[in-house]
């Protein structure tokens, strides 16, 4: 089979790095390169309402918003300099709602990559990740 589009799912707490390598991959394949950048949001909890009703989970939102937006804007500069046919994508959701970000735009690719490999979403207790390439959690 001929990969032809490509889609790297780069949560925001991987280094730009981390796409080198599929950088290199869709220069070899001359493959178009979709990133889908992912940042994931805490659901909001349910007993900050009932002990205090003046609870802003906007304003934390609209930080998470502000950070994926930039890390957006990183990535099309990153691929714009390394002259790769590309498309960024950027979606803030909850760890509840991964699958269905990132089922939709997998359905129109050849093949799906996770940036930071199988365990992009998933922690040590210390907060670092087992790939090694992600930044601490924050």
């Known amino acids: 089979m001929s990969y032809k589009s490509l889609l790297a799912v780069h949560p925001?707490?991987?280094s730009i790095e981390c796409l080198t390598p599929l950088?290199?991959?869709?220069?070899?394949?001359?493959?178009h390169l979709e990133v889908l950048v992912i940042n994931l949001a805490s659901p909001?909890?349910?007993?900050?309402?009932?002990q205090n009703s003046d609870y802003d989970w906007g304003s934390s939102f609209t930080d998470?918003?502000?950070?994926?937006?930039?890390?957006e804007k990183e990535v099309k500069n990153y691929?714009?300099?390394e002259s790769i046919n590309s498309t960024v994508l950027a979606n803030c959701t909850q760890l509840g709602l991964i699958d269905e970000t990132v089922t939709n735009p997998s359905?129109?690719?050849d093949l799906v990559i996770f940036s930071g490999g199988v365990s992009t979403f998933s922690f040590r207790n210390d907060g670092t990740c087992p790939a090694g390439c992600h930044?601490?959690?924050r």
Do not use: G
Request: aromatic share 6%.
């Open 79 to 81: 691929l714009k300099q």
């Open 107 to 109: 359905l129109y690719a």
């Open 12 to 14: 925001t707490h991987d």
């Open 135 to 137: 930044s601490k959690r």
């Open 44 to 50: 909001i909890p349910t007993m900050a309402f009932i």
């Open 23 to 31: 950088v290199k991959l869709a220069h070899a394949l001359d493959a």
């Open 64 to 71: 998470l918003l502000s950070e994926t937006k930039n890390r």
